[in-house]
């Protein structure tokens, strides 16, 4: 009974999915996936093995089921889905009816007006009789695109407690907004903050701004870097209180190691001094994701945050580990 159970829930977690779009080569062979574009001569197909990218004049036939936008000639790209023609090197599109292969110059998926992605994750460990001890991690993300525009916010929050002593108590969030002036090139600004109980850390506030540049986005590497001035300042409870001008930088990379299933993650964030003595803070996070059933997915996260200059008697290093359940929309 255990093997079946595992078996259909391997099953469920790696099945591919169904809908995909269908490519007909001038040799026969049928490849499935999904059509991402068409453009200079080629057709870009994304698919569970990999990035295709195939000459359309090895094309004799498309199906594309989900709307797609579509550039005949000189007329302007128009809305349709396509569907097998009534023979090789014809389509037929719809609305539009049938058409030539060689008389589409580009395809293109269209641009939602709004786009909504991010989780909600939590983890929580309990032990009694010889330990008695507690901990509990709650994070959130959520990004939106509006077209030119995208917003980001992240939070996130560890207690923990041993034999009714606590042994961690912080909290940070994170605000991030790109202007794209490009398909690739963007204006950023951002904050960041953080406190935390055991570091004498009140309250750091990081702000910044600069460019960035979407350096991959396809559908199986997302990378993104920016850089510009920021400014921080530090309140601590007991130590003295900071504030410096910094230069900064800002890195985001995710890649899916099977699409929709596996996921690896990364980010960072640091502020380098350019005023006063060995001012610097750098945070990361380091992630794997895997995809359950429907949206249910599992993480195992490293986060590290590290200050040059801590408050007297504090580490410069923190490390937190999480093991968290929850839901990816």
Not at 249 to 269: N, W
Not at 306 to 326: E, W
């Amino acid at each position: 009974m255990f093997r079946r159970l595992l078996f259909l829930c391997l099953f469920l977690a790696f099945a591919a999915p169904a809908g995909a779009d269908q490519v007909i080569l001038t040799n026969g062979d049928r490849v499935t996936g999904t059509v991402v574009s068409l453009g200079g001569g080629t057709i870009a197909l994304g698919t569970p093995h990999g990035d295709l990218r195939i000459p359309w004049s090895d094309i004799a036939g498309l199906i594309i089921d989900n709307p797609i936008l579509v550039t005949i000639g000189d007329a302007p790209p128009t809305e349709a889905r396509i569907a097998a023609g009534d023979a090789a090197g014809r389509v037929t599109l719809n609305p539009g009816g049938p058409v030539e292969l060689t008389q589409i110059v580009a395809l293109g998926r269209p641009m939602p007006a709004v786009t909504v992605d991010g989780s909600a994750n939590a983890g929580y460990i309990k032990s009694g009789g010889n330990s008695d001890v507690n901990s509990l991690r709650l994070d959130v993300d959520v990004i939106v695109r509006q077209l030119d525009n995208r917003y980001t916010a992240t939070a996130a929050v560890n207690r923990a407690s041993d034999r009714g002593l606590e042994t961690a108590q912080n909290w940070n969030t994170a605000f991030n907004y790109d202007r794209f002036l490009t398909e690739r090139l963007f204006l950023n600004a951002n904050a960041i903050f953080t406190d935390d109980r055991f570091r004498d850390l009140d309250l750091r506030t990081a702000l910044g701004i600069g460019v960035g540049y979407q350096v991959l986005n396809t559908a199986r590497v997302r990378l993104t870097a920016n850089a510009g001035l920021g400014w921080v300042n530090e309140d601590f409870d007991a130590g003295i209180d900071d504030s410096y001008t910094a230069a900064r930088e800002s890195a985001t990379l995710d890649i899916f190691i099977i699409p929709d299933r596996l996921q690896f993650f990364h980010q960072d964030d640091g502020y380098f001094g350019v005023t006063g003595d060995d001012n610097l803070f750098v945070r990361m996070k380091n992630g794997v994701r895997l995809g359950l059933i429907g949206g249910l997915v599992t993480t195992a996260q490293i986060d590290f945050d590290y200050d040059l200059s801590p408050s007297p008697d504090r580490r410069n290093t923190d490390r937190t580990f999480a093991l968290t359940f929850g839901y990816r929309f």
